[in-house]
């Protein structure tokens, strides 16, 4: 993200994973993109989008991450996992059918979590921006399922980028790859030349096993823009 032009719709289509962080429906995903589309024309005029990147766990993990309702459950509770999804109640064919959530990636059970698919999706960003690390001023990541709570998350990921950039985070889930997106705009627009905005997301790791419609309904997966 720096100074330019505004972004035009090809771009609006590849940073659509920082606001849907790849679990919402293809209705709730239009309704956010129409937002970021809105705010591009009204709030975000002369910033301009160097480089997008979005990272899914297939991509680091390969096809095995791809997960129907049936695997993600069997992810979720292990062996003996029919018996769970029948002692709670839940339909899994009816959820696909209602959320229209066929197949979601997922890291769990896999050496990979929320910091390895923000390095991943902002080293893509920042290759396609043809930006250096040195020359970054600030990292901004959103996410609400960081693998350590109590951490700087941003910090590991700028360090993981090998940057000394400063790391901001925004602890949010939802639209926090939007908020992320704006406090990244007021950096450039106070001085700060090339930012990265990542936003992250590893809801696998945090699946509750007793809510199932949520914790078998997201995925995983990052977005980030230069």
């Keep these: 993200m720096g100074v330019g032009t505004c972004a035009q719709p090809a771009q609006i289509r590849a940073m659509s994973p920082l606001l849907v962080r790849s679990g919402g429906t293809p209705q709730a995903s239009a309704a956010i993109l ?17 480089g997008a990147a979005r990272i ?3 991509d680091l993990i390969g096809p095995a991450a791809s997960l129907d ?17 029948i002692h709670s109640g839940f339909d899994l064919e009816r959820a696909g059918e209602r959320s229209g959530v066929e197949k979601r990636g997922w890291t769990k059970g896999h050496d ?8 991943a999706a902002g080293n893509k960003a920042l290759d396609e921006a043809g930006w250096t690390r040195a020359e970054l001023n600030a990292v901004v990541v959103a996410t609400c399922t960081p693998p350590n709570i109590t951490s700087n ?3 590991q990921v700028a360090n993981s980028l090998s940057t000394s950039a400063a ?14 997106w704006v406090m990244g705009a007021n950096i450039v627009r106070s001085g700060g030349a090339k930012v990265l905005v990542i936003a992250a997301e590893a809801n696998s790791h945090y699946a509750n096993r007793s809510d199932l419609g949520n914790a078998l309904l997201f995925g995983d997966g990052a977005g980030a823009l230069a």
């Design 167 to 180: 790391g901001i985070d925004v602890r949010a889930g939802e639209a926090g790859g939007l908020e992320a």
């Design 56 to 58: 899914f766990p297939e």
């Design 153 to 155: 998350f941003a910090a």
């Design 112 to 119: 990979i979590g929320a910091l390895e698919l923000a390095v």
């Design 69 to 85: 309702g049936r695997g993600a459950a069997a992810a979720l509770f292990g062996e003996g996992w029919e018996n769970e999804v």
């Design 34 to 50: 129409l937002q970021l589309m809105s705010l591009i024309r009204n709030s975000l005029r002369g910033i301009g989008i160097a």
